[in-house]
């Protein structure tokens, strides 16, 4: 079965770092871009960016480049997403989801990770 | 940057109803036009892509169309499990895939 398993949901104070994982199997990771969106309480998806496993070629939306790092260590079918610095407005729902290799959009999804920040 | 808006943003209607939600995108896509269904508390899931494709699995109740700028989502024959929020989402930009604002759709 293809599937993406997301870490665990999170609790940090502003400032803090973190780095929350997906970890891809039932497929060859390194053959699928791996895709970020973040979902604010109550709000709609927003694009964040996405890698390639294969070569960790790496695209960031506008909004959150230099924000965030994507990440992905193929040799464990994992991708990443961190954050240096936390801030209370980080607080969000994050998935990852795969895009496949027929067409540009995003056909199995994690089920995502909730991270909270605050003081 | 592509900006994708859908209308309207809420709509009520009853279980058989036809419905339609509309996505409109900044500068055309040509077909690059994909529609999420999400449920609460649950990750989306695809229902359409390249405006008018059926992913595998989904009901052939759910069906899309258009090109350029303007598409549409078209559910027939509303089910109770439908009662989601809807998003459509611009796979033109390489690799920057924007999503509409979503539509949420609810039981009137």
């Known amino acids: 079965e293809v599937q993406l398993v997301q870490s665990g949901a999170e609790v940090k104070k502003p400032g803090e770092s973190l780095k929350i994982s997906c970890k891809g199997s039932?497929?060859?990771?390194?053959?699928?871009?791996i895709g970020w969106a973040r979902q604010m309480p109550g709000k709609g998806l927003e694009w964040m960016g996405i890698i390639y496993p294969g070569d960790s070629d790496t695209r960031y939306s506008p909004s959150f480049q230099g924000q965030v790092t994507i990440s992905a260590d193929k040799s464990i079918s994992t991708a990443y997403l961190q954050w240096s610095s936390l801030k209370a407005s980080d607080t969000a729902m994050y998935y990852c989801?795969?895009?496949?290799?027929?067409?540009?959009?995003?056909?199995?999804w994690g089920k995502g990770t909730t991270v909270t920040v605050s003081s | 940057d592509i900006q994708m808006t859908q209308s309207p943003s809420s709509l009520s209607a009853s279980v058989g109803d036809r419905v339609t939600i509309t996505c409109r995108a900044t500068q055309s896509i040509n077909s690059y036009l994909n529609w999420y269904q999400q449920k609460p508390g649950k990750a989306p899931k695809v229902l359409i892509y390249?405006?008018?494709s059926l992913q595998s699995g989904v009901p052939s109740r759910f069906s899309g169309s258009g090109s350029g700028t303007d598409f549409t989502l078209t559910i027939t024959s509303l089910q109770p499990e439908d009662f989601a929020t809807y998003y459509c989402?611009?796979?033109?930009?390489?690799?920057?895939?924007?999503f509409g604002q979503g539509t949420k759709l609810e039981i009137k």
């Open positions: 039932g497929y060859s990771f390194t053959s699928y871009w």
């Open positions: 390249a405006a008018s």
């Open positions: 989402q611009q796979s033109y930009s390489t690799l920057m895939y924007t």
């Open positions: 989801a795969r895009r496949s290799v027929l067409y540009n959009y995003m056909d199995v």
